[in-house]
């Protein structure tokens, strides 16, 4: 079993991410956040991944990012996921 993964928060950055679940962000943004404060309070990474249905190493990802990229890391790369393709298909029917 590797070390334990913990972050640390400042009072700022904890209430950033607490207000982040009342904002205007899609919800794994809002997740991502929550886990990340799970973790500063001092749940372990397998609590927190049963907690939201999630694999232990996702949330082992999110909390790296986080070190590695604070707020930014939340959010997901431009050009992540499938690509709609359907309405290029159905404006070429007409």
Known sequence: MGSR??????????KT??????????QKVKDRAEMI???????????IAAHFGWT???VREVLHKWEK????????KAGRG???????IVSNCW
Do not use: C
Request: glycine share 8%.
């Open 69 to 76: 990229l604070g707020v930014d890391g939340l959010w997901e």
């Open 37 to 47: 404060r799970l973790s500063a309070h001092g749940w372990y990474v397998e609590k």
């Open 5 to 14: 993964l913990r972050v640390f928060l400042s009072r700022e950055q904890d």
């Open 56 to 58: 232990a190493q996702t």
């Open 82 to 88: 499938g690509k709609q393709k359907w309405a290029e």
């Open 17 to 26: 991410l607490f207000n982040l679940r009342t904002t205007d962000v899609p």
